[in-house]
């Protein structure tokens, strides 16, 4: 396995694609409002994208079925839909939660990021749910530093995530990411045998997109017939957030806030 390190050259071309990233997401928390349906969502934020010159990436991403890839735009998952939702015809409801997961190519260089977006009157105990995904997210960035190992930063998420009784999806992890959208090394958000056999020292230029998703009730999920939505076992809420990280020589850089 051989996690490739970015120059500062390429990290600042990361940059470009992450803050199309940002901008896609910011424009999706903004029009995200009761009535409106996920593929109206998904046709506006390929709008904003396409603008900027960017290439999606998910669109048409290849399933084990040839010819059949992911149909949409962004990743699009509401309430019990924990990540990989496919926009349709769901008319988004006050209080629900809507996960946008956006990842695209520009001039080579990718951007991967995830925001939940709380629409209207949502409930305080999947606001919560949403704020403290989004506080593990932010933990484990500041949290980076080269010459400490992986498992140091998804030991500290999973702590903040069962502290409060949510269930840790499992099944999927974070990502290396570079000049394409998945690349070494599986970055997961808890700590297990095998992270801790195959741990990752965090080295400068490596660049990981670190995506914890947290449920409200089971960690356990389900794949719809589509072979794409993943959905809780339980149907109970979801919250996903993601940022491209860099690692650099203090710490961490996010090339997917905007800056
Ligand atoms: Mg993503
Ligand atoms: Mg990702």
């Known amino acids: 396995m051989a996690i490739q390190r970015k120059t500062r050259k390429e990290l600042d071309k990361m940059r470009i694609a992450g803050r199309v990233v940002h901008k896609v997401l910011a424009h999706c928390k903004e029009i995200c409002k009761p009535g409106v349906t996920t593929l109206e ?6 709008e904003v994208f396409t603008a900027q010159g960017a290439k999606g990436l998910f669109k048409n991403y290849p399933t084990y079925k040839p010819g059949e890839g992911f149909p949409s735009n962004l990743c699009i998952s509401v309430n019990e839909v924990v990540v990989h939702g496919i926009a ?21 260089w990718c951007g991967d990021s995830a ?23 932010m933990t484990a960035i500041q949290n980076i530093k080269p010459g400490r190992k992986w498992s140091q930063v998804a030991r500290l998420m999973q702590n903040i995530a069962e502290r409060e009784g949510y269930g840790v ?8 990411i570079g000049q394409t959208m998945h690349e070494d090394p599986k970055v997961p958000n808890f700590v297990s045998r095998d992270l801790l056999m195959n741990d990752i ?16 009730g089971t960690g356990k999920v389900r794949t719809l017939a589509d072979g794409w939505t993943i959905v809780t076992l339980d149907n109970k809420p979801a919250a996903h957030y993601e940022h491209t990280v860099a690692v650099t020589a203090n710490g961490a ?3 997917t806030d905007g800056n």
């Open 41 to 46: 969502l998904d046709e506006s934020a390929y």
């Open 88 to 108: 349709g015809d769901r008319v988004t409801e006050d209080g629900d939660i809507v996960g946008f997961d956006c990842g695209v190519n520009v001039d080579g």
């Open 115 to 137: 925001t939940t977006v709380m629409v209207g009157n949502v409930s305080p105990e999947v606001r919560k749910l949403c704020e403290t995904t989004e506080e593990i997210l």
């Open 169 to 176: 999806v499992r099944d999927f992890v974070g990502h290396g």
């Open 201 to 216: 020292e965090l080295r400068e230029g490596i660049v990981l997109a670190i995506e914890p998703m947290c449920n409200l």
């Open 253 to 255: 850089e996010i090339l």
